[in-house]
């Protein structure tokens, strides 16, 4: 019954909705607008942020030291930092993808090649005497690999060999011959692909006293090249070969070897623009992106370069990684790959899919950069929520903080201080947010100035809507006052169109907000600041909560001067 109201008068209800739908819609779009500058802005921040790490002043190796717990308490309730970023390493297993056969920061056990060759020419160098060995360079032809990685060292292939060796007996190889050694790619700690120059050490044990790696792996580093009987060939020479391998307690190391083919190092983390390498371009997507925050909980990676051009892989690709229950601690670096001459320990979960999402590559590099220590066998996947052993310590390359421009001069001023005081340096990527701070402080203005005008139409549109609803319903308020009827019935001229013209306008107006941010802004946000533009349903929930409050302010106003229209006399209602 209450309805005709609304029926009889439509041109009245047709006129305040329409105007209470612009009331909503400036409220709503002003909000919206307010949301997606405060993303701009962070993102601004986050953009131009600095980033940085600590390594102590006092340690000769300070890469490979790990951080004191105190320093990272400081840095966590610093002002001026934004957030930390530890990575966690795991060893992973990639089933059916090899791995990039490279070198970096330290030797690992599939760096050793045990293979049957043939001499095809060799040359003495001259010995010297400020060094106490000597050295034969000899090119073999590889007959037969018994251990080694496959996309390394292959068979028909030559290779070139340093053999070593120091103290009187002098090492006998003939041209023509056939000879099994036992290898192990040329270490070194920068950054690059194995190549085809072995080395094959034969040291007396008195010359590696003090070495302790070289001790505890000693049948690695003598009589590693063995004459082949002369009545003996292909796989009578292998037989041969591994017997001697096995009596030497080598034989381990031939499966060891073929289980590290599909062996990767995982770093977790929550935001690859948090690595310093990648703050300072040096580290940078050749396609794809980076790990972010909105990434967490997904089964998401970005690998190297140098893994996708191997194996032929894409952004969209996708590879089943099964992740390890720990990782290896060399001399503090950590890797998912066992130490030269050690055999593994992890144990691997059962593989699930990962997309390819990025592709990183290093535009130069410098092995004795602190923080730059990711090879071309590391795959970055999110920081995950499940139980994973943390690492018992957290060094320099694993450590990152975020600093935002506005707060760099205050960090320096203080938190650099105090970490000097504890016996650290502070590593930062250089700043640029001088180069943004004026558009900065142009977007908080215009942010500022949305916000006000949000609120200012939200109170001032009801207000006025009320007002007018109220002037176009005030006789049928009258009539009902003039034969006596309580004012629970007598307010329901002014509620009723109130509730039809709040429902219509609020889904109306929600419905075109909702378009208008969809096809209008969230393109324009994902250029500025990408994957950070909120979902749908957050939007559609804080416009609905902003209808209800504009509705629940509106109602209240209604009740409060319909009171106040009782006081009035019914002939001043009816004019």
Partial sequence: MELRIVVRRARKIVLITLFLLLILLSVFLFVIQSILDGIGLQYTIESYASVGTVYRSDAENAAFTPVDEDVLALLAESDAVQKIDIRQTLSAKVHGMENVPCYFAVPQTNHLVFFRGTVLNQMDVPADAS?????????VR??????????????????????????????????????????????????????????????????????????????????????????????????????????????????????LDDVFTIRQTSDMQMLIPVANEVMFFTAGRGIRPDDSGKKVCVISHELAALQQLNVGDYIPISLGDGCYTNNGYES????????????????QDYEIIGIY?????????????????????????????????????????????PEYNMFLDTTVADLADMGYIVQMSASRWEDVES??????????????????????GIILYVLILLFLYRKEFALRELFGASFRHTR???????????????????????????YRLVPQTELIAPGRTPANAQILTVLTVLALVQMLMAYILILCLAGHSRRKSVLRLLK
């Avoid at 001790?215 to 004459?227: A, F, G, I």
């Fill in 131 to 139: 060094v106490s060995y000597h050295a034969r360079y000899a090119t």
């Fill in 142 to 259: 590889v007959d037969s690999i018994l251990a080694g990685q496959s996309n390394w060292i292959t068979k028909g292939k030559n290779v070139d060999v340093a053999i070593i060796w120091n103290g009187d007996p002098e090492c006998s190889t003939t041209v023509g011959e056939e000879y099994c050694f036992l290898a192990h790619s040329s270490f070194s700690s920068a950054l690059g692909m194995l190549d085809t120059l072995l080395y094959a050490p034969n040291y007396t044990e008195e010359s590696v006293a003090g070495y302790e790696k070289i001790q505890s792996n000693y049948e690695l580093y003598h009589d590693t090249v063995l004459p082949v009987p002369d009545s003996m060939s292909g796989e009578e020479a292998d037989a041969y070969f591994l017997d001697i391998l096995k009596s030497r307690g080598l034989a381990p190391y031939i499966q060891e070897i073929r289980e």
């Fill in 336 to 351: 998912g790959f066992p130490a030269f001459g050690k055999l593994s320990t992890v144990s691997y979960n059962t593989p």
């Fill in 361 to 405: 590559a290093f535009s130069s590099f410098d092995p004795r950069e602190a923080t730059l220590l990711f090879g071309y066998n590391d795959i970055f996947i999110p920081a995950s929520t499940e139980t994973i052993p943390p690492s018992k310590n957290t060094y320099p390359y694993t450590l990152s903080f975020c600093v935002g421009g």
């Fill in 439 to 460: 558009t900065y402080e142009a977007m908080a203005s215009r942010r500022r100035l949305t916000l006000l005008c949000a609120i200012l139409s939200c109170i001032a």
């Fill in 492 to 518: 329901k001229a002014y509620t009723i169109p109130f509730a039809v013209s709040f429902v219509l306008a609020s889904v109306l107006a929600v419905f075109a907000a909702d378009l208008w941010y969809l």
